[in-house]
């Protein structure tokens, strides 16, 4: 994955290379007022499950600090990635 590639992009591809995207957009959509605390349980995982700093899942940390954000996350998974 290139880290000039928009933040959403990222996300999106790694969790449809992972076989997540289903399962994570289900959870995006559940999570509603959690979001802050899902990011930052995600930012505990994020050295152990991904390359540190640099990764998607420190950008899905910041995706879901947005509860708006977490709403177009859900979607993009939802219908593939496509914008």
Do not use: C, F, H
């Not at 802050?36 to 910041?62: E, F, H, I, K």
């Amino acid at each position: 994955m290139k880290a000039d590639r928009p933040v959403p992009d990222r996300v999106v591809d790694w969790l449809q290379a992972s076989g997540l995207s289903g399962i994570a957009a289900a959870i995006a959509e559940g999570l509603g007022p959690l979001g802050p605390l899902a990011a930052q349980l995600t930012y505990l995982v994020a050295p152990v499950l991904d390359r540190p700093g640099d990764g998607p899942l420190n950008d899905l940390a910041g995706w879901l600090e947005d509860p708006s954000r977490i709403d177009q996350l859900a979607e993009r998974l939802r219908r593939g990635g496509t914008l």
